[in-house]
């Protein structure tokens, strides 16, 4: 064997010894895996400690004012003090819901309808161009979009329903919300459309099918679970929508299922309690922390759920 073919052996590309890169690249592996583990405890300490302030002075509240009083009065009005405010949460939590049940009605029809298009209908020139533009959408900033709820939706909604639609509405904040979120659940559940292996499309075309038939009854069932995820990230994202509401839904909480009446949601009160600059520690205060719990025990549920779903009803191909 020749001394050239022996040093080639022992020796790498870089002129170093093989058991010198080795090192180096176990050195350079390691640090990596350091990095990388160190980003995922600072994500996961992050997050219990945002859950460890919510819920410690979520608990001062509750300590002033009973969970059943919290679930129970009809009114909320914390900012008269323990013995002259009314503490229900029910008019903010119907406020919520009904503008998240607005939104969804109108997004999810639009984005699955979008998805379906671009998944099966739109030659490939024509989705390179609709979905980033789609996604673009989601882009604007949300405040934006609430002076355009204000002073575009508001207008057109009384000049067709009359004065019965209050200056601030939940409805005019539901439709803008529900374009907000479009993008949101066009997308992913376009993405999961799109993973559907062509193969199933192509045996049912074999088989007779119409293109309508293969989009409705072959794709968007195999990928359901996809889709039902998009639907349930996007409710997540509108019930923790704060400024379309806060400008366009109004700051009365009522317990009320009229949608062209003044309303105010669970976020739209955290931002008038923060914009009153509310004394640290006073039951006002904590009233945000209160209401700041029960939002993120709704989408952690929803999440929970959205969870169980993909994982009762995915498809694997």
Not at 218 to 236: E, K, R, T
């Amino acid at each position: 064997m020749s001394t050239d073919t022996t040093q080639r052996r022992w020796m790498g590309d870089t002129g170093q010894p093989v058991s010198l890169q080795s090192t180096r690249s176990r050195t350079g592996e390691r640090i990596i895996v350091g990095l990388l583990w160190l980003c995922g405890a600072i994500s996961i300490l992050t997050t219990v400690g945002l859950i460890l302030v919510l819920f410690i002075d979520a608990s001062a509240f509750f300590r002033e004012v009973s969970i059943f009083r919290f679930f129970t009065d009809t009114r909320w009005q914390p900012f008269g003090g323990l013995e002259n405010g009314h503490f229900g949460v029910l008019p903010l939590l119907m406020g919520t819901l009904l503008v998240t049940a607005i939104a969804i009605v109108v997004a999810v029809p639009l984005g699955i309808s979008s998805a379906i298009y671009l998944a099966d209908y739109a030659p490939r020139r024509v989705r390179k161009v609709l979905k980033p533009t789609l996604e673009i959408l989601a882009g604007v900033p949300t405040i934006v979009l609430g002076f355009f709820a204000a002073t575009f939706m508001t207008p057109v909604l009384r000049a067709i329903f009359g004065q019965t639609v209050d200056i601030y509405n939940a409805a005019s904040a539901g439709i803008v919300m529900g374009i907000m979120i479009v993008p949101t659940i066009a997308s992913l559940s376009e993405d999961a459309m799109s993973a559907v292996p062509r193969g199933l499309r192509e045996s049912a075309y074999g088989l007779g099918a119409t293109k309508r038939h293969v989009a409705t009854r072959v794709v968007f069932p195999a990928a359901l679970s996809g889709i039902v995820a998009a639907v349930i990230l996007g409710i997540g994202r509108a019930i923790g929508e704060t400024m379309i509401v806060a400008i366009a839904a109004g700051n009365q909480p009522s317990l009320t299922f009229n949608p062209f009446s003044q309303i105010q949601t669970m976020t739209a009160y955290i931002v008038q309690a923060v914009a009153g600059e509310a004394p640290r520690g006073s039951l006002t205060y904590q009233s945000i922390f209160a209401i700041g719990a029960l939002l993120f025990l709704m989408t952690f549920t929803l999440n929970f759920i959205a969870a169980r779903v993909v994982r009762r009803f995915r498809e694997v191909y």
